[in-house]
Each structure stands twice: as C-alpha cells, then as structure tokens.
T-cell receptor, first 109, second 116 residues
Framework: DAKTTQPNSMESNEEEPVHLPCNHSTISGTDYIHWYRQLPSQGPEYVIHGLTSNVNNRMASLAIAEDRKSSTLILHRATLRDAAVYYCILRWSQGNLIFGKGTKLSVKP | GAGVSQTPSNKVTEKGKYVELRCDPISGHTALYWYRQSLGQGPEFLIYFQGTGAADDSGLPNDRFFAVRPEGSVSTLKIQRTERGDSAVYLC??????????????FGEGSRLTVL
C-alpha cells in the first residue's frame, strides 16, 4: 500500500484556520485520498476524500496538489471540538483503510 | 440506534481464556471491517467482510483470531487462548460499497479488551 507521511502533532488557536499537511509521493493513479479523524475515546470518523480536484464539505476542505503527491486538510475555523488525531489515508477503489499514526491536533482557547 | 454498535464496551479476561466481541453494523451496509488499536497507535486492520464472506483476512495476526458474519449482518470476532498482548480496543466499521467504490466507513466506539 502506498504510504503517507504526516507530522506527529500540530497546535492551533481556536477560531483560526488549520492546515494539516500530508505527503504521499508514491500515490498511484487509482488511489483516493481520504481523511478521518479520531476524537478521544471514540472510533474514527470520516472527514473528507478526493481524487484529483479540491473538495469542500461542511466539515473541511481538501486541497490536492497538481501532481497528487501531497494534500492538505483545511479546517476553516478550529474549535475545541476539533482536537483529535487526523489520519490521511490512501485507498484504492473498494480497498481497506490502512491507518498510519496520524497528526494529533491540539486547539488552544 | 442508527450507528455501528459494539458489545461489550469493556471486557476483562484472564490469559488463556476465550473471548467473543460482537459488532452490529448499520442496516444495509454490505461491507464490515474489524480493526484493533493499541494506545498511541492508529487502528490496525484485521479483516474485511463483503456480505458473508471474508474478502480480506490478511490482517489477522495468527490463528487464534477468527471472525464470522454468517448472515451478512452481525459479525463476531473470536479470540482463543488470549494473551496479554491482545489487550487493545477492537473497532468495527461498516460501509456501503458501490458508491463509486469510495463509501465512507462508519466506526463503532469499540470494545476495550484487557487481558490480565
């Protein structure tokens, strides 16, 4: 499986935008870029996914580099409830999600 | 409820005992996944069902671990001769496959297994 590289941790201030980076230089043409997050003591939850074009939904935006070797998850206004571990995952079609260690996001009031 | 339900939420057992963990997926979801998560690590894939059959069981660590989904809905993860290293949170997820092949996974809250 193609792997992703994320910073171990990041900090943000409440109500400020957060940009969470992910490198995936070995991505293949059929890999989708998925983001999940895991709040403390909960199971992971889906955030967003994309293939080539940038994507927006109610939770976040996903910016994908033109060569698809990196992507950025954007939280437009961080809240305390956004403090979680964020996982960037490459997934082919109907394949499994293979999680890495993710980025632990802390949000300061 | 409408979400993925896992029971028990907590299980404490002794080394060498047999354990069963149950997962009730979202109604109508054809795909079901089992993961386990140790402290400070991301979820580790164990097995994936498509309907009643195991489409990928490559993540099962050894033959002490077995999972079934006899009617294509509820699944049971079975662990024989438990070891202390099996202690972890066991997560179940379900999804609809066929939504462009990228159906999101819905996770339960997990079953925390502690082997003494």
């Amino acid at each position: 499986d193609a792997k992703t590289t994320q910073p171990n941790s990041m900090e943000s201030n409440e109500e400020e935008p957060v940009h969470l980076p992910c490198n995936h230089s070995t991505i293949s043409g059929t890999d989708y870029i998925h983001w999940y997050r895991q709040l403390p003591s909960q199971g992971p939850e889906y955030v967003i996914h994309g293939l080539t074009s940038n994507v927006n939904n109610r939770m976040a935006s996903l910016a994908i580099a033109e060569d698809r070797k990196s992507s950025t998850l954007i939280l437009h206004r961080a809240t305390l409830r956004d403090a979680a571990v964020y996982y960037c995952i490459l997934r082919w079609s109907q394949g499994n999600l293979i999680f890495g260690k993710g980025t632990k996001l802390s949000v300061k009031p | 409820g409408a979400g993925v339900s896992q029971t028990p939420s907590n299980k404490v057992t002794e080394k060498g005992k047999y354990v069963e963990l149950r997962c009730d997926p979202i109604s109508g979801h054809t795909a079901l996944y089992w993961y386990r998560q140790s402290l400070g690590q991301g979820p580790e894939f164990l097995i994936y069902f498509q309907g009643t059959g195991a489409a990928d069981d490559s993540g099962l660590p050894n033959d002490r671990f077995f999972a079934v989904r006899p009617e294509g809905s509820v699944s049971t993860l079975k662990i024989q001769r438990t070891e202390r290293g099996d202690s972890a949170v066991y997560l179940c997820a379900s999804s609809l496959v066929g939504q462009g092949g990228t159906g999101e996974l819905f996770f339960g809250e997990g079953s925390r297994l502690t082997v003494l």
